[in-house]
């Protein structure tokens, strides 16, 4: 009896000893200061396995173009304070401040740049990100948003090509919309095709690093009376056929990753 004795004491100390096993990214997700609001989305937008996906890591310089009223900033701030540096990259500092204002041991340390900048525009410096990420926002330039209808996607992804160090990654998430589809419809519906992101990165001077399903959702089709905005959580329909559409939830959405060079 004395051997499996020692040996369960052996692996009780080994246990002990060993340092624990932290994720950084679960922690980020599970933070507390999370709005509970944001948090009940987790479900349609599966944040853990993005981010893990897209490779993020605690020291990285991480930026976020686009982050309109923060459900992604709540997890990268906390994921990023004290390791690495976040960048907020938007058209203006309203969102942000909001953020600060609010709670400033979390969000105080994000850096503002201008997106798409101008001169005389903060920007985030040439060659300084490991990570550039944009959630819900290709098909917004596509569709010239801001810029009278104009679409100024070329221009966005080459400033995003100028932001990232060499090796650097590049991660998109955005409503998907079916090949076979009608290329007009990236212009009103609020989809955009695979195809297209990825010619426009490509163009840019990115290489494709692949693709994962993990926001995918096959209950979706893509074709709704107002487009991607039928759909939770924006119901441009209000309580027209609400029950369906809370039922099919959030848009079907592509998780790309690309890398520059």
Excluded: C
């Excluded at 801001?146 to 060499?166: C, N, T, W």
Aim: hydrophobic share 40%.
């Amino acid at each position: 009896m004395r051997q499996p004795l020692i040996l369960a004491a052996i692996a009780i100390a080994t246990i002990a000893a060993a340092p624990s096993r932290h994720n950084p990214i679960a922690d980020a997700v599970a933070a507390k200061t999370r709005t509970p609001a944001n948090m009940l989305r987790d479900k349609y937008r599966h944040p853990a396995e993005t981010l893990a996906f897209f490779g993020v890591k605690p020291g990285d310089t991480v930026v976020e173009i686009w982050p309109g009223g923060g459900w992604y900033t709540e997890i990268l701030a906390p994921l990023t304070n004290g390791k690495g540096t976040l960048y907020a990259a938007d058209t203006s500092t309203k969102a942000l401040d909001r953020l600060q204002a609010r709670d400033a041991a979390t969000y105080g340390k994000i850096r503002y740049a201008a997106f798409p900048w101008a001169a005389g525009q903060p920007k985030v410096p040439d060659g300084s990100a490991d990570v550039v990420l944009t959630f819900r926002n290709v098909h917004n330039w596509r569709m010239g948003e801001e810029r009278g209808g104009v679409d100024y996607s070329p221009e966005a992804f080459a400033q995003i090509y100028a932001m990232l160090k060499h090796g650097g990654t590049l991660g998109i998430e955005d409503h998907r919309l079916p090949e076979n589809a009608s290329a007009e419809r990236e212009t009103t519906s609020g989809y955009i095709k695979v195809s297209t992101v990825r010619r426009l990165a490509e163009a840019a001077g990115f290489r494709f690093a692949g693709a994962s399903e993990v926001n995918a959702n096959l209950k979706e089709t893509a074709d709704w009376p107002q487009g991607v905005w039928t759909l939770p959580p924006t119901y441009t329909l209000k309580d027209v056929d609400h029950a369906k559409y809370e039922a099919i939830g959030e848009s079907d959405r592509m998780t790309l990753r690309f890398r520059k060079p």
